[in-house]
């Protein structure tokens, strides 16, 4: 089983392509789904209009993600209609797909972690119980926090603070390593409109 990170961007385009970024995601989902890949969704940022994407930051997980990747890494034209300038003559959108192997990133260590308990609160500041089962965690070289209160359990909320903490500082890694790559391939004027790995044609609507 391996692991990798997918970051699908739109880059600096305009909405259109933070649309296609968002159907591309859909897509890319489904797809891995039918492979029996696990995908697991660490940070998304939205657009303007509705259902568009400015980014977004996929952990998948199986035995084919090399030739998953292969499929997928690079520029992605989607030809369509805006939806949102109904008259616009232009029908080429370009987003970019890029992949970060897991072992790019620093490892997890539970070590970097701070975990320290508190009431859960309920509506209004009430106390659900009296018992501290509520769990923060801080990922003390990053200083990203976490809360978990979904269990009434210390213990599963522990591991569920754990976990979210753990997917939040993957994600924050991912992005300091697409910074340093930002003059490659985050740009939109970097994407290569003339040699696209998939295109599609379609409605955006």
Not at 163 to 168: I, P, Q, S, V, Y
């Amino acid at each position: 089983m391996k692991k990798a990170i997918l970051q699908i961007t739109s880059g600096k385009g305009p909405a259109e392509c933070c649309r296609v970024a968002a159907l591309v995601q859909q897509l890319i989902i489904k797809q891995a789904n039918q492979l029996g890949i696990k995908t697991e969704a660490l940070e998304a940022i939205t657009a303007g209009e509705e259902n568009t994407l400015l980014s977004s930051i996929l952990m998948i997980e199986g035995d084919n993600v090399d030739a998953f990747i292969a499929e997928w890494q690079g520029s992605i034209l989607w030809i369509g209609q805006s939806p949102f300038r109904k008259n616009h003559k232009r029908k080429n959108w370009f987003i970019g797909v890029e992949c970060f192997d897991i072992k790019q990133l620093a490892p997890w260590d539970i070590n970097d972690v701070k975990l320290e308990t508190c009431r859960a609160s309920g509506p209004g500041g009430q106390n659900v119980n009296k018992v501290e089962t509520a769990v923060r965690g801080v990922h003390i070289s990053s200083g990203i926090q976490v809360m978990a209160m979904d269990s009434r359990s210390q213990l599963e909320n522990k591991k569920l603070c754990l976990n979210r903490l753990e997917a939040k500082v993957m994600a924050w890694q991912t992005e300091q390593l697409m910074e340093q790559q930002q003059d490659k391939w985050l740009q939109h004027h970097s994407l290569q409109r003339g040699n696209p790995v998939k295109t599609f044609r379609g409605d955006l609507g």
